[in-house]
């Protein structure tokens, strides 16, 4: 059985930590999905980790498309929920398009969208419409120019207007709000008084669950952020595969007998007397 918004609401209910992780592609779903992560977010972050931009903002929605559908088609538990990139909801209208290609083209079973009470008659345009919505306050990647990269919410007015962000969220119909480099404090105060689950990255150990960057927990790269953990050294790993077989092609060792094809010798002689 698929994971369902339902079922997320429940793990809150029940105080059950909720492990959601990004995905790109086929192989980042099926064994996200094999380590038993109830939901898959196929983040714009594949601006930067996939695509080598510096940035969320140039990912367009053919990219996302694209990338949702090969998770889509391979999560068959998962919940998969897609981000909507830069400007493809500056309207409704456009939301509406936007998150209707996501639903209709790639099979994704929610959208995210970044922000609070502005887009907030958005997030309840497109539940109306019955696409699922999850929110995401405090940094928001696609207003990295106006709010730069750091912790949202420290000063009174900023939390309380985070607290207000998230109540018109759920308000309007999100089922989720990812909350990122929030203070541990103020993320705890906001999951306490939503009902609907929160789910922290760099927000501290209290929302009702976690989301990570695939290549992060791998550690597929030099560095990660500070929110970050790096469970495997899988960049390591992979460096020394790919050094593995570099050294048993230039040796002579790769490929093999059980690697290599046999023919009837006798058809090789039929071939090769043609050339006669």
Known sequence: MRTTIADLAAMKRRGERIAML????????????????PVLLVGDSLGMVVYGFDSTLPVTLDMMLAHAAAVARTAKTALVVA?????????????????????????????????????????????????????????????????GVKVQGKAADDAR???DDALALQAAGAFVVVLELVPAELAAEIT????IPTIGIGAGPDC???????????????????????????GSMLQAAVKAYVDSVKGGVFPGAPQSAKMDPAELAKALRQDA
């Open 22 to 37: 990004t995905a790109y592609d086929a192989p980042s779903a099926m064994i996200s999905e094999a380590g038993g992560a």
């Open 192 to 195: 306490r008084r939503l009902t």
């Open 161 to 163: 207007r985070m607290i």
């Open 208 to 234: 009702d669950g976690q989301v990570q960057v695939w290549h992060d927990i791998l550690g597929l790269y030099p560095a990660s952020p500070r929110h970050a953990f790096r469970f495997e050294e899988g």
């Open 83 to 147: 981000d909507l990139p830069f400007l493809t909801y500056a309207t409704e209208e456009a939301a509406i398009a936007s998150a209707g290609r996501l639903f209709a083209e790639a099979g994704v079973g929610a959208v995210k969208l970044e922000g609070g009470a502005a887009i907030a008659p958005i997030v309840e345009r497109l539940t109306t419409l019955g696409m699922p919505v999850m929110g995401h306050l405090g940094y928001t990647p696609q207003s990295t120019h106006q709010i």
